[in-house]
């Protein structure tokens, strides 16, 4: 064992504690006298002895097995690691609460840690003659009165008289309510039609159409651009905007509802690429006069209206509108009482493509001043302008990935960004003046909550080695309190390795990559290799977070005598825009270059068997797998795809037209990308898998290419999932993992 330890530096992982690195001081100084050195050598023995212990107890630990279910169902449940569940500052405090258990509400406080119970949900249902299973919605009013919600009915609580009232009830076919909090009034949809219950008990239609074409009330745009919702209050509440949609000229397209006897058709409005698509405006009602005034795109009928928002003196509407080609974009003022456009503020073009993700940011609630975040530097920035639209300040210069703006606190303004690895999640804080600070300093994935007061900042965070913490920050970032270690969920069961590394793609571009080993490799041996892709915009799959960003199934599979692995290639997220628009008109071509980089650098290992690899992926990853399959024939012995692109002319025109142009402006790239033209080549074993009520990518990619190789008279499977969408949720999601993996092992033999 000492020999083991004496070749072996896994012991040392960790960093020299301040009492060990004076020691070796000590001895390198030779100042020791001989009862000294005598200690220091016990000293050591002591360490170890506690080392072979410590080497023993994991080893014998991990006696588990975790099973396929387990590492479907469990992941983010008993195997998440422990933190403060929904963290919540008190307002105006240094106190905050959190859930235990979801049945019970928490509270502590900065200056003393030690929580105190303050609510149950069995209690909290007894005042509200509610039938909530837990803390809902929940979010303080103030230092005394939270609110929480059901999705239907919303109710207020005090925490002082322990009193309690029902604010509003909403019928059962109700969707997307958005509750404004100083006013409690709460805007919502019925079908396609917005209703308003104001909090004096007033209830409100703010749109009637009988047209079934016109939406109100709802995420446009296929939520593409970062539109999650459609529904905006002002900020005072007095009146509410939001989109609508035009969709009588988009293309029907049938889904079958099988659970229906006969079988039912269920159609939905779906543009695909190069087709006529939906024309949007903004509706912004007023509820003082009880009438609407609408906003139409400005330079085309069917351009996109994107990123809303409202000025801080309720006045205006900034409103993103990027023309059907999505290479240019104009962010326009409207006034919000007539409609009327006011100007142009900015506007940007480029000839690949823009994608304004992130509305107008007032960092003041008493200025129109506002922060843009643009990537016309080549990445994301944050720059601030007057409501002229005259640039006052660009606030950052980072040659990496802004994400995201928090908030403001104290004149200062808070926002993700990767930071200098790419692999992570940092936050930052800038004033207006562009003096930026780090505030996150440890390596990691974070995310934070900050007090009301901008005193001290809520962090939460993991990294390759952290399974979670929850600490308490100042605005400097100096740890005031640490709250949560987490210990490892997984420590009992038999868990492999994860590895990040990186290689170097064909054109020189830096690739991230994941290898997943089992428990008890051997390097001596030879391992089939499951490649799991996704490889398309908008996704990162190698994160320094816990788990390093796998799912829990790969560590299984890794357990059956696998290797994991796992490339982000170009056109993937978080790498700027350089990286990332290298595939405009050619998808599924420098991917696959990278992806076929990444089985290059597998074979330079010894102990990878280069003969039996396997790829699987979904969506995009989806049409990455069947691409390598096709495309790179005889590379992978065994392919499984599920809910794959396999012709773009089928896809919906926002995302495709962005990323291919229209079917008649790119030709030649639609039909290279086209799995239909590729498909003769196929060898080894493919098996497609595709929801039957996929409305994201609908089955019609599938069945075109199963009948393609139909006529081919070339062999393949495929496998439907009935009446589930774009993925496989639930419990059913073991029955798909276990059909892919299955499938996977058995033809890769």
């Known amino acids: 064992m000492l020999a083991l330890l004496a070749s072996s530096n896994w012991f040392l992982a960790e960093p020299l504690t301040e009492g060990e690195a004076s020691d070796q001081k000590l001895i390198a100084s030779k100042s020791l006298s001989l009862r000294e050195f005598q200690n220091h050598k016990m000293k050591i023995t002591f360490k170890i002895l506690a080392a072979i212990l410590l080497f023993s107890s994991v080893s014998f630990g991990q006696s588990k097995e975790l099973t396929l279910e387990d590492a479907v169902m469990q992941q983010y449940r008993k195997f998440a690691p422990k933190s403060l569940t929904m963290f919540s500052w008190v307002p105006n405090t240094d106190c905050y609460t959190y859930l235990e258990s979801s049945q019970i509400l928490m509270k502590a406080s900065v200056e003393n840690t030690e929580a105190k119970e303050l609510l149950t949900i069995q209690q909290l249902n007894a005042v509200l003659d509610a039938e909530l299973s837990w803390f809902s919605g929940f979010e303080w009013k103030n230092e005394n009165e939270f609110w929480v919600n059901d999705g239907l009915k919303f109710y207020s609580y005090n925490t ?29 949809t019925i079908q396609n039609n917005i209703y308003i219950h104001s909090g004096k008990g007033l209830k409100i239609i703010v749109t009637d159409n009988t047209d079934k074409n016109i939406v109100s009330g709802q995420a446009i745009a296929r939520s593409e651009f970062g539109i999650t919702n459609g529904l905006f209050w002002s900020p005072d509440g007095s009146a509410l905007a939001f989109y609508q949609k035009d969709e009588t000229d988009v293309a029907d397209y049938p889904l079958l509802d099988n659970t229906k006897t006969p079988g039912e058709l269920k159609l939905i409005k779906y543009p695909m690429t190069g ?82 993700e992130h509305a107008a940011f007032f960092p003041s609630e008493k200025s129109n001043n506002f922060v843009w975040i643009s990537e016309k530097s080549g990445f994301n920035n944050l720059y601030y302008y007057d409501f002229t639209g005259h640039l006052i300040k660009q606030l950052t210069s980072h040659e990496f990935v802004v994400k995201n703006i928090i908030e ?12 200098e690895n790419p692999l992570e999640t940092q936050v930052y804080s800038v004033d207006l003046k562009g003096k930026v600070k780090m505030l996150t300093q440890v390596n990691g994935t974070h995310s934070i909550d900050i007090s009301t007061d901008g005193r001290y900042v809520h962090d939460k965070y993991s990294s390759h080695s952290i399974p979670g913490k929850d600490v308490i920050l100042n605005p400097k970032g100096k740890l005031v309190k640490e709250l ?72 299984w599979m890794a357990e059956q005598g696998y290797l994991v692995f796992t490339v982000d290639n170009r056109g993937s997220a978080e790498r700027g825009f350089t990286f990332e628009s290298q595939i405009h008109r050619q998808c599924g071509t420098v991917e696959m270059e ?28 989806g049409f990455m797998t069947t691409s390598l399959m096709l495309r790179n024939a005889g590379v992978y012995n065994v392919g499984v795809a599920g809910g794959p692109v396999t012709d773009w002319k089928y896809y919906e025109a926002m995302y495709g037209e962005r990323y291919m142009d229209r079917p008649e402006q790119n030709p030649k790239g639609y039909e290279k990308a086209s799995l239909m033209t590729h498909a003769q080549n196929l060898k080894g074993d493919l098996l497609l898998i595709h929801g039957t009520v996929d409305d994201v990518v609908v089955m019609q990619h599938n069945f075109s290419l199963v009948q393609r190789f139909v006529e081919l008279g070339i062999q393949m499977d495929f496998f439907p999932y009935p009446m589930h969408k774009h993925n496989v949720r639930g419990k059913d999601r073991v029955h798909l993992m276990t059909k892919v993996l299955d499938y996977v092992i058995e033809k890769n033999k």
Request: net charge negative; charged share 25%.
């Open 594 to 621: 990278d992806q076929i980089s990444g089985v290059d650098f597998l074979k330079t290992l010894p102990f990878v068997d280069g003969e039996r690899l396997a790829v699987h992926g979904w969506s995009y990853g």
């Open 408 to 419: 403001e606190k104290n004149g200062r303004i808070y926002y993700t960004t990767t930071g």
């Open 275 to 356: 087709q006529k698509s939906e024309k949007p405006k903004v509706g912004i009602y007023n509820i003082a006069t009880r009438k609407t005034v609408f906003i139409s795109p400005r330079e085309g009928e069917d351009n996109y209206l994107t990123n809303l928002s409202w000025t801080p003196d309720n006045k205006y509407v900034i409103i993103a509108e990027v023309n059907r080609d999505q290479d240019h974009y104009w962010l326009n003022v409207f006034d919000a009482t007539t409609g009327e456009f006011v100007r142009t503020l900015l506007e940007e073009a480029n000839d690949k493509w823009v994608e304004p």
């Open 160 to 188: 002082v008289d322990e009193k309690g009232k029902t604010i509003h009830g909403l019928d059962e076919n109700s969707e997307n309510p958005t509750f404004h909090n100083g006013t409690e009034n709460i805007a919502f």
């Open 484 to 555: 949560v270690k987490s210990p490892n969920m997984l420590s009992d069961y038999k868990m492999g390795t994860a590895e990040i590394g990186s290689i170097i793609g064909k054109d020189g571009s830096k690739l991230y990559t994941r290898l997943i080993k089992p428990s008890d490799f051997d390097p001596n041996k030879k391992y089939p290799v499951l490649v799991y892709v996704y490889g398309g915009p908008h996704a990162q799959l190698v994160k320094n977070s816990w788990l390093d960003g796998a799912s829990l199934w790969m560590y």
